[in-house]
């Protein structure tokens, strides 16, 4: 059994929950749930010009919606709120302190400096990325306190992370040229270092690093646009580990079971749509069909569709009838429109492809079709079918002047199953709206 983690999200307020970010909380809280261990959420807000009180609640929010609970922190009345690095700030003096006091560090005026020791070679084996050495040569002296009192990321990431006994430093690879002045700290104040590993970069399928301008970048976009926090989860945690080529679609749990962090490549990552699309519609499509309905149902009241005027059995088995079209909640519910209303088939659709001459024959056929004592997907098909052979009429003619008079599209599911969904009554309102019956 793998030693329980302790990890922990560190973003800082000044920006919304971006992919990256997502991507890095996400692989942090896979690896504290895989161990057993724990997922703290630090707020780096030593930047006082840039950090504000929403974005900390928006990083919030977004990381609730991908269900990225974490485990500590002030109490906020039943759940933990998050550490603050600017309610912590005796702490970095207290320990700058205490360099300064042993040597290791100065003052210039009210800043604190680190003194680097020449001629050490920083060596840590990263998890994802195995040996990186860097010669201390190369560092100028590292800023640890700014005259304005506030610690800078550096320095006061290392006392965080050792004061919280963090056993996994997981983060984005643009952290990497930081680690070898983190080290420098740990070992100078000789506390025990933890292990790294850095993420792979996310880049857009243009292949270069993700940014506004291929598309949206914040979590919340994306749920917006109707994917949903599963699936969303399912595609961050593809990107830069895999389960194996056949393991593409999982839950939550199934995730928390597999995931193992020394399987992250290093290898850039491609934030690609097209897989989102596919990951979401296997997600929509596995269930249920209540939770389904849940999910569509406020798109379609966006729509002004009359939600209120069915049941939720007839609702939630019309999202059946469709069979898994549709990628995204919003495509679900501009699929289904018709279902719930006569009104956006007559916006569609006039009937005016119907020519003169094929009226007695769709009158003939439908005028049976309407009197068969079931109303029935299969006993539909059988019969249309057989009224086809018959009356030596194509099964086109009369299927698809059916199709669009219900739906007003001509691509749907399988016109016999949408027939039966909307009942005897309806598919005959509409038809007859249509004039297609005697
Ligand atoms: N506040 C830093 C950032 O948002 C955290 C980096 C780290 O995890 O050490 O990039």
Known sequence: MTEKARVRFAPSPTGALHIGGGHTALFNWLWARHTGGSFILRIEDTDRARSTKEFEDTIMSGLEWLGLDWDEGPDRGGSYGPYRQSERLDLYHDTADRLVKEGKAYREGDAVLFRVPPGIALR???VVYGSIEMMSDT??????IKSDGMPTYNYAVVVDDHFMEITHVIRGEDHISNTPKQLLLYDALEWERPAFGH?????GTDKKKLSKRQGATSVYEYRDMGYMPDSMFNFLALLGWSA?????????????????LSRVTKRPAVFDMDKL???????????DPFDRLALVEPFWREMNLPVDAHSREYLASSLDVLAGRGQTAKQVAGYS??????????????????KK?????????????FSLPEWKASDLETFTREWSE????????????????LTGMKVSPGIFEVAEQLGREESRRRIAHFGFTG
Do not use: C, T, W
Request: no cysteine.
């Open 337 to 354: 429109d018709y279902f719930l209303s006569f009104e956006p088939v007559k916006e569609r659709y006039d009937g005016s492809d119907v």
């Open 199 to 203: 993420l792979p970069m996310i880049l």
């Open 277 to 287: 699309n596919f990951i979401n519609q296997e997600h929509i499509r596995r269930m």
């Open 244 to 260: 194996g080529e056949e393991n593409e679609i999982f839950s939550r749990n199934e995730a928390v079971e597999i995931f193992e």
């Open 390 to 405: 018959r009356e030596g009429v194509k099964m086109k003619e009369i299927a698809m002047p059916f199709r669009m008079a």
């Open 139 to 144: 560092l100028k002296d590292v800023v640890m």
């Open 357 to 369: 001459e094929q009226l007695p024959i769709l009158r003939r056929f439908y005028g049976e079709l």
């Open 124 to 126: 840590f084996d990263d």
